[in-house]
C-alpha cells in the first residue's frame, strides 16, 4: 500500500492535491480558490485548512508532488538505460516526455 493510500483509497491530503491539479487546468493557478478544491475533493474548507493552511502551500504541495512522481518516473526509466552512454539524461528525457 503506498504512502497517500488507505484500503485503495486517496487519503485527503492526496484528495485535495489531485482536485487542486484538476482546477489549475481548468481555470488556472491564479483562480483557483480553496472553496473550490474543498469541494472538488469532497471536504470541507476546515478539512482542506487542515492540510493545506493557505494558498501557497497548497501551491507548494502540488509542486513537491509533482517533483516526486518526476523523480520516480526518471529512476524507473533509468534501469533501462544502465549502462549505456548518457543514461541520466536519456532517462531525464524519457521521464519529462511521459509527464
Known sequence: MTAGMARGRPNSRE???DAAAELVREVGAGRLTLEAVAERAG???GGLLYNFP????LLQGMLERMIDEGSAEKEAFLSQFEGKRNAQA??????????
Do not use: F, G, Q, Y
Not at 493557505?54 to 502551500?57: F, I, N, V
Not at 536519456?90 to 509527464?99: C, D, G
Open 54 to 57: 493557505t494558498k501557497d502551500l
Open 43 to 45: 471536504l470541507s474548507k
Open 90 to 99: 536519456r532517462s531525464s528525457i524519457e521521464a519529462s516526455l511521459k509527464i
Open 15 to 17: 484528495r485535495i492535491l
